[in-house]
């Protein structure tokens, strides 16, 4: 799963595929992706892993990072 979120982000949110990146870099604070880009990728993300993002859980500890999106995701999927 972290492989695919990496990938989506590297491509379609940064436009640079070559980019290195890894599941811990932070994706909010340095600025890697912008507001806009990640209200594109929790659509991509309720889309692709068939969960609905309560707007109360779009909070930067579930969407700082790679590892922070996949652990929200299974407590979604798990709920």
Known sequence: MKEELIAYIKSELIGDDTM??????????SG????LAIMRFIG???????????PQDMVI??????????DY???????
Request: net charge negative; hydrophobic share 40%.
């Open 61 to 70: 500890e579930n969407f700082i990072n790679v590892d922070a999106i996949a």
């Open 20 to 29: 290195e990146m890894n599941s811990e870099d932070d994706l909010l604070t």
């Open 32 to 35: 890697l992706i912008d507001s």
């Open 44 to 54: 991509h993300i309720e889309a692709t892993h068939e969960i609905k993002v309560a």
């Open 73 to 79: 995701i299974q407590r979604t999927k798990n709920s």
